[in-house]
């Protein structure tokens, strides 16, 4: 579930749809996604590669942190981003009109990485809007789902279709 509420700013929504009005190249814009508590999830993603197929995406971030951002990283500013989590996102209607919507092929995870990468090759960009917060009720999702822990899954469907999408198929 997500819950667009007051987190300081009531107008969550109208702050993406205003920045991708002002930004002709942005094509998807992404809020910051928190924890009922109020601490941060990851909210960005980067495309799959062979590298963090094979290493720990934490240990990545560590390292390369201009290359794999997470959560950790603080940025105020909105950034360009290769993908924003699914959980949250607006769109132009143009974009919409010419990727055709999420493939259904893609079960769960990823649908959204294959989105935003088919909108860059439109020459759309993807920004994480860090300013605007939603409030993302990840486990209600996983339940709602029925979608086991994401450690069970791990290594199964979700690392395939990432290894597909870094080798460039659907």
């Known amino acids: 579930a ?3 509420e007051a987190t300081g700013d009531t107008k969550t929504l109208d702050r993406l749809v205003e920045f991708l009005q002002a930004r002709p190249d ?3 814009v992404g809020p910051q996604l928190i ?7 990851n909210s960005i993603d980067n495309f799959p590669g062979i590298l963090d197929q094979f290493l720990n995406k934490s240990l990545l971030r560590a390292v390369f942190p201009a290359r794999y951002p997470g959560k950790r990283q603080s940025t105020e500013s909105p950034i360009p981003v290769d993908s924003i989590v699914g959980a949250c996102f607006v769109l132009r209607r143009e974009v919409a009109g010419r990727l ?6 893609f079960f769960v995870f990823l649908e959204e990485t294959d989105f935003c990468m088919r909108a860059r090759r439109e020459g759309f960009q993807t920004w994480f809007f860090p300013a605007a917060r939603v409030r993302h009720e990840l486990a ?3 339940q709602q789902r029925r979608v086991p822990p994401l450690a069970t899954v791990r290594g199964t469907w979700q690392d395939e279709s990432a290894l597909k999408l870094a080798i460039g198929e659907p």
Do not use: F, N, Y
């Open 26 to 28: 942005a094509g998807i």
């Open 100 to 105: 055709g919507g999420l493939d259904e092929r």
């Open 35 to 41: 924890h009922s508590d109020g601490s941060l999830q």
């Open 140 to 142: 209600t999702v996983e």
């Open 2 to 4: 997500v819950v667009i």
